[in-house]
């Protein structure tokens, strides 16, 4: 049973505009959500994260969006640039005493930008 | 400094034999520690985690196993390797809760194994 979900494989946009990539996720017991970028053949990076208190969480280019209602969250990149191209995870987590502060992400997204 | 390091970064491996990948860390003392696994089309799948020396937890029924002789040194491995475990194994290390934050998980660089 996947709890995390990111439902679009791939995403492409153009240089300066705005990219959205999305996450949907099952599990109500999750407090904190993480995005990740990921570089072929390296370890994922953290790139920015939100508790479950807040709606939004800005820094710098990249803003991310949390609705609870919805279990959905998703990460705006504007202006997007070519180094932006990466694979994104988004994760999740539990910050209730003895989840053992496990994350579960996503098969991620690839996003393109394109010159 | 919170630096992870993983090897090898490659390797291949027949099936069948044995498997052995290592992961160390630098900074705080008693960091939780985590092997995952990005397979291809299957995001990041969590295999082992360890609060300290000796406290293994596996996720998911597998091939492979973990270990923590030292406090910052994180084992992989299998006796008998399979085609299924071919994949790209990451190592990292939790920041620890500090409320309301939540644990950040940081990665090494990994390691790819091709199982033939």
């Known amino acids: 049973d996947q709890q995390v979900k990111q439902n679009s494989p791939s995403l492409s946009v153009q240089e300066g505009r705005i990219s959205i990539l999305n996450c949907d996720y099952t599990?109500?017991?999750?407090?904190?959500f993480l995005w990740y970028k990921k570089y072929p053949a390296e370890g994922p990076t953290f790139l920015i994260s939100i508790s479950s208190i807040k709606d939004k969480n800005e820094d710098g280019r990249f803003t991310v969006f949390l609705n609870k209602s919805a279990k959905h969250l998703s990460l705006h990149i504007v202006p997007s640039q070519p180094g932006d191209s990466a694979v994104y995870f988004c994760?999740?987590?539990?910050?209730?005493?003895?989840?053992?502060?496990?994350?579960?992400f996503g098969k991620g997204t690839l996003l393109t930008v394109n010159p | 400094s919170q630096t992870i390091h993983q090897w090898p970064a490659t390797l291949v491996q027949p099936v069948g034999s044995p498997l052995s990948l290592e992961c160390t860390v630098e900074?705080?003392?008693?960091?939780?520690l985590y092997w995952y696994r990005q397979a291809a089309g299957r995001g990041l799948q969590l295999l082992f985690y360890?609060?300290?020396?000796?406290?293994i937890s596996s996720e998911v029924p597998q091939n492979l196993s973990a270990s923590r002789p030292q406090d910052r040194q994180f084992i992989l491995s299998s006796k008998k390797l399979l085609l299924s475990d071919s994949g790209f194994y990451l190592c990292a290390r939790g920041s620890g809760f500090a409320f309301p934050g939540a644990n950040v998980l940081t990665f090494g660089a990994g390691s790819r194994l091709t199982v033939l």
């Open positions: 599990n109500s017991m999750f407090d904190y």
């Open positions: 900074g705080t003392s008693n960091p939780n």
């Open positions: 994760a999740a987590s539990e910050t209730r005493p003895g989840s053992n502060y496990k994350l579960t």
């Open positions: 360890s609060v300290g020396i000796g406290q």
